[in-house]
């Protein structure tokens, strides 16, 4: 199976500031459509995940534009240019190029 | 807006089954495919499994098949699981979760305990 690496596994913030999670796989994400299935998802205490960003940089509907994504090949990056009060939570990464699908471990976004 | 909402979990003993469901609200669910994630404490997210819009066409995770068995009833809009031989270590959240350029829309889960 692809490991999904987060780092860090713990993320303190200041509000404003902003904030960057890492997530590597095992192997390479680059399907053969030419497409890097890596997404990323929040979610908030209580309730079930909902996703910021898919294909690696597309951030979904509604999600703000402090959300943003990078990377390639094994190598991916989450960005909240300034955090708000709302963002506390877990994020994860996901890759959905490899069966079984597989997840990080998981961020816990706090604030300082 | 799009929900999808699970059902059917619950206390079950070691060694017995469950057949948890999951409906759509504003969707319909035979025109994605579907997959069900497990959520644990100690383990985080696992995948499950997942069922092809196109026809009858599934994949279990090797960690659950061969006790785990996907299935919809497109006529009512459905999700199914069925869940046998059950663990304690099989305890969690299950969800379901739409596929629309990977996995998107989650539902609220449902708690499944294997206990004795």
């Known amino acids: 199976d692809v490991v999904m690496t987060q780092s860090p596994l713990s993320l303190p913030v200041t509000l404003g500031q902003p904030a960057s999670i890492s997530c590597r796989s095992s192997?390479?994400?680059?399907?053969?459509?030419?497409?890097?299935?890596l997404n990323w998802f929040q979610q908030r205490p209580g309730q079930s995940p909902r996703r910021l960003i898919y294909?690696?940089?597309n951030r979904d509907s509604g999600v703000p534009d402090r959300f943003s994504g990078s990377g390639s090949g094994t190598d991916f990056t989450l960005r909240i240019s300034r955090v708000e009060a709302e963002d506390v939570g877990i994020y994860f990464c996901?890759?959905?190029?490899?069966?079984?699908?597989?997840f990080g471990q998981g961020t816990k976004v706090e604030i300082k | 807006e799009v929900q999808l909402v699970e059902s059917g979990g619950g206390l079950v003993q070691p060694g017995g089954s469950l057949r948890l469901s999951c409906s759509g609200s504003?969707?319909?669910?035979?025109?994605?495919?579907m997959h069900w994630v497990r959520q644990t404490p100690g383990k985080g997210l696992e995948y499950v499994s997942v069922?092809?819009?196109?026809?009858?066409?599934?994949y279990v995770a090797d960690s659950f098949r061969g006790r785990f068995t996907v299935s919809r009833d497109k006529s009512r809009n459905t999700l199914y699981l069925q869940m046998s031989s059950l663990r304690v270590e099989d305890t969690g959240i299950y969800f379901c979760?739409?596929?629309?350029?990977?996995?998107?829309?989650w539902g609220q889960g449902t708690t499944v305990i294997v206990s004795s």
């Open positions: 294909k690696v940089s």
């Open positions: 996901t890759q959905g190029t490899h069966w079984p699908r597989t």
């Open positions: 504003g969707i319909s669910l035979n025109s994605y495919a």
């Open positions: 069922i092809y819009s196109k026809g009858n066409s599934t």
């Open positions: 192997q390479s994400l680059l399907y053969s459509d030419g497409n890097t299935y």
């Open positions: 979760v739409r596929d629309l350029f990977g996995m998107d829309v």
